[in-house]
C-alpha cells in the first residue's frame, strides 16, 4: 500500500561481482513469498554496505517467479561425482535430495554434512570419455532426456571453509552420452563464493540450448581457479529448472 514496508530477505549478502566479460545473477530468494508487493527497495547496510569504495553500485536487477518446485524431482536424476570426501557424509546425493535445504535458501553446517565435497587433493579425472579432465567434476543423469531453461547452482557454503566452493567452472550437456556441448555463454563461467551464512541463496545460469533434449548435464572446476583456493572442492544444491 505504499504505507507498511516488509523484509524480503534474511541477512542477505550480495557476493562481490567477478569482473568477467559475463558475469551470472544472483538469486536472493524473498522470505515473504504469496504476498503482493507494490514496491521494493534495495537498501546497502550503513555498515558494510559494499566492497570498500566511496561510491555504490548495481548492474541489473530483474524480479523472477521460478520457484524450486519446478526443478527435475530428485527420483528422476542419478549423481555420480569424481570424488568424495566421506560417504554417505557428504555425499553427492545431497545436491539433489533438498538435505540442508529450507525454502530456496542452504544451510552453512559446520561439518559439511548437507553438502557434497570431494577427497583432500584430488587427481584429475574425466566425467566422460569425450570430455577433458578436471579435478572436481558431479554427473547428473536423467532417467528420461528433459529440457530445462536454467541451473541453479547453490555454491559449497561449510561455515567458515567456503573456498571449498567452485570457482570457474564449465556447464556440459548431452543428448545421446556420446557428444558433449556447452549449456553456457561463455563456456567458462564463475561461480560466486557462497557467504557462510545461515541461510545462503542461489546462483542461476540459463540454459544456453533450452530447445534441446538433454539427457545428462556435468559441472566441472577448471583446473586453474576451480575453486576458492582450498585443497579439496565442493557444492551445495543444484537444481534443473523445466518450462
Known sequence: DGLRWAALTKDAVLPRAGGTGSEPGVEVPTISSGRLFRSVIIAADAKDGNYGSGDYGLSAVRFVSRPVNQAVPAYQIEVQASSTYNIPAQEAQHLINGTGMTGEFHDNER?????????????????????????????????????????????????????????????????????????????????????????????????????????????????????????????????????
Open 111 to 243: 561439518g559439511a554434512g548437507t553438502m557434497w565435497q570431494t577427497g583432500y587433493d584430488p587427481q584429475p579425472s574425466a566425467a566422460a570419455p569425450a570430455l577433458p579432465k578436471t579435478p572436481a567434476w558431479v554427473r547428473f543423469n536423467f532417467t528420461s532426456p528433459r529440457y530445462f531453461d536454467s541451473i541453479r547452482i547453490w555454491n559449497h557454503n561449510q561455515l567458515n571453509l567456503t573456498e571449498r566452493g567452485f570457482k570457474k567452472m564449465r556447464i556440459y550437456g548431452t543428448s545421446d552420452g556420446v557428444e558433449w556441448f556447452s549449456l553456457t555463454t561463455p563456456e567458462v563461467v564463475q561461480l560466486p563464493r557462497a557467504t557462510g551464512a545461515a541461510l545462503a541463496a542461489s546462483t542461476t545460469f540459463f540454459n544456453a540450448v533450452p530447445e534441446r533434449p538433454i539427457r545428462s548435464v556435468v559441472i566441472a572446476a577448471e583446473p586453474v581457479d576451480g575453486n576458492y583456493g582450498a585443497n579439496c572442492y565442493g557444492l551445495s544444491a543444484v537444481r534443473f529448472i523445466v518450462k
